[in-house]
């Protein structure tokens, strides 16, 4: 989880270059996720963001997918419900990058 969209993001920049996910708070402590998608503007193509939110879901939902989140996750969730979110962003990724190899699916989910 990020915990620090400004003082993190602005210090590792080259950090999104391995990095396919990114999973965070809809708020917080020194910004919003709104604050990282600005300093991800320009890795959209490369980066999938997941929020986390526990406002009205309608309306971050909208605001959120406006700016480039691959999805906006009500909390708290089921446990099932972020392993879905998160192998379809993996996947995602994966379908636009025609060199790299696609994740191993299975190694995303614990076994029953």
Not at 26 to 47: E, I
Not at 52 to 75: H, K, N, P, R
Request: glycine letters at 4%; one cysteine or more.
């Amino acid at each position: 989880m990020v915990e620090s969209a400004i003082e993190r993001w602005s210090l590792e920049v080259g950090w999104c270059a391995t990095h396919s996910l990114i999973l965070c708070e809809a708020k917080l402590p020194d910004g919003t996720y709104q604050d990282v998608m600005r300093l991800l503007a320009h890795k959209l193509g490369r980066v999938r963001v997941i929020v986390m939110s526990e406002s009205d879901l309608e309306e971050c939902y909208s605001e959120a997918i406006e700016m480039g989140v691959f999805d906006v996750i009500a909390t708290p969730c089921r446990r099932t419900d972020v392993q879905w979110i998160i192998m379809h962003a993996v996947q995602d990724h994966a379908q636009r990058q025609p060199t790299a190899e696609a994740p191993a699916l299975e190694n995303l989910v614990d076994s029953p």
